[in-house]
């Protein structure tokens, strides 16, 4: 198996440019045990949970 890295990969936009691709977000396994663990209280908001987060609405699911 080849791991690649995205920091390196350039995309082409739509002026003909090239521009670097933005890097993958990583996070702990302590901060999304974290989320998870809010999510599935009673009454918890996961859009809002993951907005107060600065993650991506679609990042968070139960």
């Known amino acids: 198996m080849m791991i690649e890295s995205f920091n390196d990969k350039r995309t082409l936009s739509m002026s003909g440019t090239s521009q670097p691709r933005k890097a993958f977000a990583y996070y702990t396994i302590e ?3 974290e989320l998870v663990e809010k ?3 009673p009454g ?3 859009v809002q949970l993951a ?3 600065g993650i991506n609405d679609n990042l ?3």
């Open 31 to 33: 901060f999304e045990l």
């Open 39 to 41: 999510s599935v209280q």
């Open 44 to 46: 918890a908001c996961v």
């Open 51 to 53: 907005r107060e987060h």
């Open 60 to 62: 968070l699911f139960t």
